[in-house]
T-cell receptor
Framework: DADVTQTPRNRITKTGKRIMLECSQTKGHDRMYWYRQDPGLGLRLIYYSFDVKDINKGEISDGYSVSRQAQAKFSLSLESAIPNQTALYFC???????????FGPGTRLTVT | EDKVVQSPLSLVVHEGDTVTLNCSYEVTNFRSLLWYKQEKKAPTFLFMLTSSGIEKKSGRLSSILDKKELFSILNITATQTGDSAVYLCVINTNAGKSTFGDGTTLTVKP
């Protein structure tokens, strides 16, 4: 089984809809991250969480919110999706000491 | 503002060539630099560097960090078509923030 899983893997939604992307991990890591990747660009950090009670904005948090329901679960929400949020979204985890990040397979989101 | 710049942005070589990818950075409270390889899926971890001058090696790939001049290089020798990918450099800070470069797209032709 994969250590970091994301659901859904693909999603097409309409402008204005609320959508949630979910991430689960079995690595026992405290730290979790949400990134988005756009064609021709690197990964950009949306939000990160160091533990269940700690949530931090990343580089591009506007239009997004997150919830850390448990150590193993970190969800990303788009309250009112817009077309420029069409992207590939990655969840990642890391432990306290190494900072080596483990990525999920990605969620491809299309907003029409 | 933390910044990570990778160069070149894209590179086309032939099998057997040696390539050097560059990553320069300006960050506050540097902790580590990581290299990832990304094909058409999630990034794959390659190296993590924390100390200057110590080369990390894995097969045909190697990397080194210079904390004085604020850069790292990733070398790939005897390139193969399977090395074609986007190579990402990321800096982690002591505050736990990660900043990614835009990546270098490497294409290896047969």
């Amino acid at each position: 089984d994969a250590d970091v899983t994301q659901t859904p893997r693909n999603r097409i939604t309409k402008t204005g809809k609320r959508i949630m992307l979910e991430c689960s991990q079995t690595k026992g890591h405290d730290r979790m991250y949400w990134y988005r990747q756009d064609p021709g660009l690197g990964l950009r950090l949306i939000y990160y969480s160091f533990d269940v009670k700690d949530i931090n904005k990343g580089e591009i948090s506007d239009g997004y919110s997150v919830s850390r329901q448990a150590q193993a679960k970190f969800s990303l929400s788009l309250e009112s999706a817009i077309p420029n949020q069409t992207a590939l979204y990655f969840c990642a985890t890391s432990d306290l000491n190494s900072y080596e990040q483990y990525f999920g397979p990605g969620t491809r989101l299309t907003v029409t | 503002e933390d910044k990570v710049v990778q160069s070149p942005l894209s590179l086309v070589v032939h099998e057997g060539d040696t390539v050097t990818l560059n990553c320069s950075y300006e960050v506050t409270n540097f902790r580590s630099l990581l290299w990832y390889k990304q094909e058409k899926k999630a990034p794959t971890f390659l190296f993590m560097l924390t100390s200057s001058g110590i080369e990390k090696k894995s097969g045909r790939l190697s990397s080194i960090l210079d904390k004085k001049e604020l850069f790292s290089i990733l070398n790939i020798t005897a390139t193969q078509t399977g090395d074609s990918a986007v190579y990402l450099c990321v800096i982690n800070t002591n505050a736990g923030k990660s900043t990614f470069g835009d990546g270098t797209t490497l294409t290896v032709k047969p």
